[in-house]
């Protein structure tokens, strides 16, 4: 008995390492799930409409759109080589701000929050809103690799977590911004795989985009060439027309 006990027991806590975190954030009318395995195994869907969704497959980052599949190194690369670079358009400093913790103690989609007031100034404006936080340490991971998937994308190196407004306190609720669910379970590794119904789309890469700039620019020189020499014959056809007309007007002047 005591060994069928130890037993359940280890099944238990093996299965609990192996589990996954599901974090859902609702965000006005939408709602966002996120899923989350290791660094290299999360998923992040709009659950609203199931149209979009963020794939971190080990290094490589993906985003599916309808029947679509974009890699984000290749976009990121397409991006750069035009002079653009996405991490310079990461906002990484926070506003100024200062925090009054309160005595205040709230659940929120189950999870036991401390209210906090946050006040300050950003672009020129002050504020003062109150939020709910949470030092859930599981919360804390999920919502941080949430977080690093988001820049990831951008290509910076480091997160900046609007999400955490001190080290180990997340935010679980903020204006129409609240946590709406958080679940520890195991999920089937295909739901960390990419939709087999998509298509990976091109990314064009600079000498594609260049030789295509280039055509249509000798394309355009062609047409405008065509276009002076329709109007250049249109003038002499005129003149003839006029010269005709000179013509035909002295010739009735004899009679």
Do not use: C
Not at 162 to 191: H, N, P, R, W
């Amino acid at each position: 008995m005591f060994k069928k006990g130890l037993l359940l027991s280890t099944m238990a806590f093996v299965s609990l390492l192996n589990a996954d975190y599901i974090l859902e954030y609702q965000m006005g009318d939408d709602v966002q799930k996120f899923m989350y395995h290791s660094e290299g195994k999360a998923k992040l869907v709009n659950s609203s409409d199931h149209s979009s969704s963020i794939y971190k497959i080990g290094k490589k980052t993906y985003i599916v759109t309808g029947q679509k599949i974009v890699d984000v190194d290749e976009m990121r690369a397409m991006a750069t080589s035009f002079g653009y670079n996405p991490a310079e358009h990461i906002e990484n400093a926070m506003p100024s701000f200062k925090i009054k913790k309160t005595s205040k103690r709230v659940k929120v989609a189950g999870v036991s929050g401390q209210v906090w007031i946050i006040s300050g100034s950003e672009d020129g404006e002050s504020f003062k809103e109150e939020v709910v936080v949470t030092n859930d340490s599981d919360i804390v991971v999920a919502v941080r690799a949430m977080s690093k998937l988001f820049t990831s994308m951008m290509g910076a190196e480091e997160s900046s977590d609007k999400l955490e407004l001190e080290k180990g306190y997340v935010i679980i609720k903020s204006g129409e911004m609240q946590l709406k669910s958080f679940q520890e379970k195991s999920v089937s590794a295909d739901a960390y795989k990419l939709p087999t119904t998509a298509k990976k789309q091109h990314i064009p890469t600079s000498q594609e985009i260049n030789e295509k700039i280039n055509k249509a620019a000798e394309n355009y020189k062609k047409e405008e060439e065509k276009r002076k020499k329709s109007h250049a014959n249109e003038s002499e056809e005129n003149q003839e027309k006029i010269n005709i007309d000179k013509a035909a007007n002295l010739l009735k002047s004899f009679f």
